[in-house]
Nanobody, 125 residues
Framework: QVQLVESGGGSVQAGGSLRLSCTVS????????MGWFRQAPGKEREFVAS????????DYRDSVKGRFTISRDNANNTVYLQMNSLSPEDTAVYYC??????????????????WGQGTQVTVSS
């Protein structure tokens, strides 16, 4: 029943920025960890970033550290991914996901349950 909808994708030149949004409806948001993943053509889905339910602790894959920022707005049931200094290697369909359980103590890079439909990010050189 829970629905995740991503938005904010598009085309941008290398070095540019985009902010992705993911809104959650039909289910609880504020007590669940949230994550961002991406999948490029011909490649497997890979972890990008995640945040605990509290929004205090965050995790990023090495290739996006210092460039991407994950944040959440519990009042609006929305998680964001601010992407700066984009490169063609960032081109992919980006998905947001919700954890399978609420109140998780740790932070994780896998095992998320509910997924959005994805939003395309294309970075040209």
């Amino acid at each position: 029943q829970v629905q995740l909808v991503e938005s904010g994708g598009g085309s941008v030149q290398a070095g540019g920025s985009l902010r992705l949004s993911c809104t959650v409806s039909g289910g609880t948001f504020s007590t669940y960890a949230m994550g961002w993943f991406r999948q490029a053509p011909g490649k497997e889905r890979e972890f990008v970033a995640s945040t605990t339910w509290s929004g205090i602790h965050k995790d990023y894959r090495d290739s996006v550290k210092g460039r991407f920022t994950i944040s959440r707005d519990n009042a609006n049931n929305t998680v964001y991914l601010q992407m700066n200094s984009l490169s063609p290697e960032d081109t992919a369909v980006y998905y947001c996901a919700r954890d399978t359980i609420p109140w998780r103590v740790g932070i994780l890079r896998t095992g998320f349950g509910s997924w959005g439909q994805g939003t395309q990010v294309t970075v040209s050189s």
